[in-house]
């Protein structure tokens, strides 16, 4: 007579909530490290890459008013530019890194204050700009993708694709002539420079008179922009149309909206999401072309007219502040698709 032994029960499968956190917080300090040792190079690039700009600051600033040799040897000195190569970067990488930017030659004043006014301008163009460019590129995708072939994603991906081609500069100045110069059917249809006129109304009416000088500069940031949101968002759409569960989800007989919207859209948004992310610092930057030619009185516009001095302390503070952007917005970017995404926490 034989007898059979049960095996012990095995215990139920369950996830290590604590080894995730502890992978997730180990990848998110290797990502902080580089990240400071991007933004230890930058502050290195920023001092030496303005420095092979020609011109002389003090020749620059005296152009229109007879000055001595003394008197420029003493501009120099209060500049700071008489005193050796090394000594200036020295000194510059300590200010920085106490998070005082220097002062402006041109202005006169500190550059972390000239920065504080600027940024809120370009913040707002930036904003408007960004969420109108993802908002409209991912549904254009989406409705490519879904009807790939058809007419409108023909027409979506072709019109995305000339306008991201055409350089910023060159659309800013043909809506500008078209659209508030006079030159269009519509002559003087929006304003042609800056954020506000000088007899700007005062209260509600205040915030519809900066929409109204809002409106070419953003059309102008959106069109050169939203493609690269629409072809990320319609390619990642198509790669998850052919998976097996929009096929068994369609089998089951849920409707075609209710696949898309509740299967494939939801995965197909991890790329798009990482990339909303990494463009803010780049969109920052592009934006200088659209503040130039609209004179938005943003950072881009700061920017440019820094160069023509050339004002190093100005340029310097700028072009960080923008790479820093690029920098912290690409790790939290990394960070953010750890989190999102299963498969590259497994791999």
């Known amino acids: 007579m034989s007898t059979s032994t049960a095996e012990p029960a095995k215990a139920p499968p369950h996830e290590d ?24 190079l930058v502050i ?31 501009l120099r000195r209060q500049m700071g530019l008489d005193r050796p190569l090394g000594e200036q970067f020295l000194d510059f990488v300590l200010r920085t890194l106490r998070l005082d930017l220097g002062t402006s030659y041109e202005y006169r004043r500190p550059v972390a204050e000239l920065i504080g006014e600027r940024v809120g301008p370009t913040l707002l163009l930036v904003g408007v700009g960004l969420t109108v460019a993802v908002g409209l590129g991912m549904w254009q ?8 072939g058809g ?18 500069f060159w659309l800013g100045l043909l809506l500008l002539m078209v659209l508030a110069a006079g030159a ?44 690269q949101y629409l072809l990320v968002m319609r390619s990642s759409l198509l790669d998850e149309i052919g998976q097996d569960y929009v096929t068994t989800a369609r089998a089951k007989g849920l409707r075609d909206d209710d696949v898309r919207r509740r299967h494939a859209v939801p995965n197909a948004l991890l790329p798009t999401v990482t990339l909303v992310f990494m463009q803010i610092g780049f969109v920052v930057g592009g934006a200088v072309s659209v503040e130039f030619v609209y004179s938005w009185p943003g950072l881009g516009l700061l920017f440019v007219e820094a160069i023509r001095g050339p004002d190093y302390a100005v340029m310097q503070g700028t072009f960080m502040l923008v790479c820093v952007a690029v920098i912290v917005m690409n790790t939290l970017a990394d960070v953010v698709y750890h989190v999102l995404d299963p498969r590259v926490r497994s791999a």
């Open 44 to 74: 290195v690039a920023t001092f030496f890459l303005f420095r092979l700009i020609p011109g002389d600051p003090t020749v620059a600033y005296t152009r229109d008013v007879p000055v001595t040799p003394d008197q420029l040897a003493l």
């Open 184 to 227: 269009g059917p519509i002559p003087g249809l929006f304003p042609t420079r800056g954020m506000r006129d000088v007899d700007a109304p005062e209260g509600p009416l205040y915030l519809l008179h900066v929409a109204h000088h809002l409106v070419l500069p953003c059309l102008t940031l959106v069109a050169v922009v939203y493609a």
């Open 151 to 168: 007419r409108f994603d023909r027409l979506s991906t072709g019109t995305a694709l000339t306008l991201w081609s055409v350089p910023t």
């Open 17 to 40: 909530h604590g080894g995730a956190r502890r992978s997730l917080a180990r990848y998110a300090l290797v990502k902080l490290g580089g990240a400071l040792l991007g933004i230890g």
């Open 141 to 148: 995708g989406t409705r490519a993708a879904w009807r790939h």
